[in-house]
DNA sequence: ATAAGTATGTGCATTATACACATAATGAGG
DNA sequence: CCTCATTATGTGTATAATGCACATACTTAT
């Protein structure tokens, strides 16, 4: 263990720390409840990252979905009901493997999603208040490499069929 | 709206999409058990963040440590003291405040940490394998500062009373 | 053509969760 | 010093979310 690996280290733990930090800050409900109250709209906490990964992820198939949001495709499939069942997302069949049956957002939702993405804007804005244009974009292109670095880490995938 | 508003809205739109990326993954529980497997250890996976937690931010009492995970405290005080059963963490009155009952992490509950800890950091170094140091470096500070602004943002506390 | 594999959905039992409520301790004000 | 509002914690209980076992429909390989 050398010195550059000693200070890898210490950039590691500190890193971990702040992505706690993050992390928790995201997944607080009511961080979500205060975005929908915001934005004026009401929708049950638990289908609300459903939709918006719906709207960002566009057609995409229950196994997919289930795996982003990290629950068993069984929960998100009665959650897509709902949604569905709310008009706020409309399930297809796939054009190319006919057993998928893609959900798509709906008018309503997309309608939804778009006032929660204003409203979120806002706060970035607010949060990112004192940085300079070039430090963000800086940060930006970071987040963007290590989030593709993360998804790609085997350890970060569903365990194989050993 | 001028360019550079414009220019901004984007920036801010795709490190919405990372973050996505990125919590989505921190929060596959597929993740944590994969990691405990790879330590060597089993932990019920309901309470393995509120171990770490425990662990990284010392004698906490219940209130703030349910604010932290996101849940209600009444959650919280029950999963600790499953932990507690298990002799992982302690609980000790406040030296300053009685009615705290602080949470400690336990000689077992360290040693379990630390091995997680090992592992984890395993990981990062491969996600992280073909950045430099400087980079790496900029990039953890620039974390450190998102996470600190995002903590501070009154949006992602709790409501006040109104 | 048959079998193996994958995507989806339903019945059902488990349990995680949060609300209502109770107790103990603190701190402010009279 | 003595209330009283406030805060930290914990328990009973009802609700709802979750995941497993299982079934069906479709795809792909042999």
Redesign the pocket.
């Known amino acids: 263990m050398n010195v550059q690996n000693t200070h890898i280290s210490v950039l590691l733990r500190d890193l971990h720390r702040s992505l706690i930090e993050i992390v928790s800050a995201m997944n607080r409900?009511q961080r979500d409840e205060a975005l929908l109250r915001e934005a004026g709209l009401s929708l049950?906490r638990?289908l609300f990252p459903v939709l918006v990964l719906v709207e960002r992820l566009g057609p995409?198939?229950?196994?997919?979905?289930?795996d982003r949001v990290?629950?068993?495709?069984?929960?998100v499939?009665?959650?897509?009901?709902r949604l569905e069942s709310l008009s706020l997302v409309t399930?297809q069949v796939?054009t190319?493997?006919?057993?998928?049956?893609?959900?798509v957002i709906a008018p309503a939702g997309k309608r939804m999603t778009d006032r929660i993405d204003a409203t979120r804007e806002r706060r970035a804005r607010a949060v990112f208040d004192n940085w300079s244009t070039d430090e963000l974009a800086t940060f930006v292109g970071l987040m963007h490499r290590f989030a593709d670095a993360l998804t790609d880490d085997p350890g970060t995938k569903a365990a194989e069929?050993a």
């Open positions: 409900p049950d638990a995409i198939g229950v196994v997919d979905l289930a990290g629950r068993d495709h069984t929960t499939s009665r959650q897509i009901s399930r796939g190319h493997d006919r057993r998928v049956r893609e959900v069929p």
